[in-house]
């Protein structure tokens, strides 16, 4: 996809905003930390339900199901596309495009610098090659003691088999606590 970029702002600092160019970058990023915060919370709601039911086997289940369609998670905000991606892959599906490695990539480095993974995120307005506006925004995920039964460094023998069976190629193990384990990636045609 070919695209130009027209406007960008980092969301800690104020954004900059274009000439002639009417995106309310704020209210866009207001509304992605919403999508955001529900889909976090639903997903930890989840994890929670399912281990508590059937155990961490369970749990996976649930990832590998109901992850994979995050947008319908936070259904009443259908207008925006969101999923999670990273680096260090489980499912190869979750694989960026070329926009969210190169910011996946500047997140990797401010974090190794030191940078605060909870407030840290980016954001662009960019035009497709149909002219088409699309308000992109993708929010850094750190890894908390929660993830550790399953993209930590002493994942339980019965889990890692599970996980060995459903992702072969699975990059997501070995992290610990505060460590970048991927992003949610967003996005919104205006
Ligand atoms: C019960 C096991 C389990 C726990 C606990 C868990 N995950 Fe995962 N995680 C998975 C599975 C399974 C997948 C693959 C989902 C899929 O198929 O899309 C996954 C995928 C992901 C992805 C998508 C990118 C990729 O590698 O495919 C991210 C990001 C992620 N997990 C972050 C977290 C974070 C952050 C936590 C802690 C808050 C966490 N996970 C806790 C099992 C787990």
Same mark, same amino acid.
Not at 66 to 70: D, E, G, V
Not at 88 to 94: A, E, P, Q, T, W
């Given at each position: 996809m070919k695209v130009l970029i027209l406007a960008m702002g980092l969301i800690a600092a104020s954004p900059v905003q274009a000439e002639n160019f009417s995106v309310d970058i704020p209210k866009l990023q207001g509304e992605a930390k919403q999508v955001i915060m529900k889909l976090a919370s639903t997903l930890g709601g989840e994890l929670k339900k399912a281990k508590e039911e059937g155990g961490a086997s369970a749990a996976i289940t649930v990832c590998n199901t109901?992850? =994979?369609? !995050?947008t319908s998670l936070v259904?009443?905000?259908?207008?925006w596309d969101v999923s999670r991606t990273s680096l260090?892959?489980?499912?190869?599906?979750?694989a960026p495009d070329d926009w969210e490695l190169a910011v996946l990539e500047q997140f990797d480095s401010k974090a190794k610098q030191?940078?605060?993974?909870?407030t840290l995120g980016f954001s662009q307005v960019l035009v497709d090659s149909e002219g088409r506006k699309i308000f992109r925004m993708m929010k850094a995920i750190p890894v908390s003691? =929660?993830? !550790?039964?399953?993209?930590?460094?002493?994942?339980k023998p019965e889990l890692k088999e599970r996980l060995e069976v459903l992702y072969?190629?699975?990059?997501?193990?070995?992290f610990s606590i505060g460590e970048l384990r991927g992003a949610f990636t967003l996005k919104k045609y205006l």
């Open positions: 109901k992850a =994979q369609n !995050l259904s009443e905000a259908s207008t260090k892959l489980r499912n190869s599906d979750n030191g940078a605060n993974l909870k003691d =929660q993830c !550790l039964a399953c993209h930590g460094t002493k994942i072969p190629d699975d990059k997501a193990t070995g």
